[in-house]
């Protein structure tokens, strides 16, 4: 079967990371956990984890005593540089899946040092592609379904020979729905097909994770932004296709579930048998593409024009949107309310944004005066 992977996982107990440790242990033949990172919210989970697969360091964002006292001998690493400690052991592949911009950090401490990383935390390319992008792609695998499954449409052709690519969206709760006004969270929280954290799946009804996956595509493959595109997929089988320059589209399908991604990039784009259940060509089925309405779902637009203008703005835009996000699950604004503010947070700043990304701090300083004017317009929104 050949040697084990030593795999280091951020954002533990997180879906994909609670996903992950599951793929590891169907398969103790091809994994070994050598770091675990996680926030301080669910201590004993993490603490569980770390025993079960005899995780020699765990690292955490607090509460240390307390997970020295469960842990015993166990390494133990805490603070906010934590997860980027545990990025930088040496090992065969990190998983990245933590969620929001305080992932770039980790992504780049894991390339920094040679090693390859699964990416599921997308806002390390949204707010810090250029960055990211400086170490190569070579290095880096997708676990989002839709880079998953352009990664693996691309191994049917050459770069060159690429037309465009096609993301696919479900939609979300609200893909047939001609009145947002009076959204509620749980409506919002009620996603069709995928079983997700908050955050992201606010992101899948507003399509807000569409255009920040349009700015991933456009690093992990090098693709000007006018050979990306999305539709409208309900059925969520299909995961994204890429469209060759002899009239040829290559699709990628599975039946929704995170396990397929997970396993293909943690085992180095290799296919773990039994990873996911395939599609069951015993049962008749309808897959459906539409194309998305602009007009209702405007942040699709919104991520591409950040993207193409580049610079800071995607920063702003990602920031933003988490503010205005964390806002809407509070209470404190209305659905709609979400990307009225990030677009005006984009306006209020876009006109400052660096042309260049130079180094971390440079997000980061972006992305704080993005919250500072986005928690602004949240007050006024109120």
Known sequence: MGELIDLVILGSTGSIGIQALEIVEENPDRFRVVGLASGSKNIQLLAEQARKFSVPVVGTTGRRDELISLLGNTHVIDGPLAASEIASITCGVVLNGITGSVGLGPTLAALAVGNKVALANKESLVAGGDLVMAYGSERIIPVDSEHSALYQCFLSGKSSEVNKVILTASGGPFRERKDFSDITVADALNHPTW???????????????????????????????????????PQSVVHSMVEFRDGSTIAQASPPNMKGPIAYAISGANRIPKATLPVDWSKAHSWDFSPIDSAMFPAIELARR????????????NAANEVAVDAFLAGKISFMQIIEIVEASVQKLGGNSPVTIRELSDVSAIENDSRIIANQLVQEHK
């Open 195 to 233: 079983a997700m954290g908050p955050v992201v799946t606010v992101n899948s009804a507003t399509l807000m994770n569409k255009g920040l996956e349009i700015i991933e595509a456009h690093y992990l493959f090098n693709l000007p932004y006018s050979k990306i595109s999305a539709v409208i997929h």
């Open 306 to 317: 950040c993207g193409e203008l580049g610079g800071g703005l995607p920063a702003i835009l």
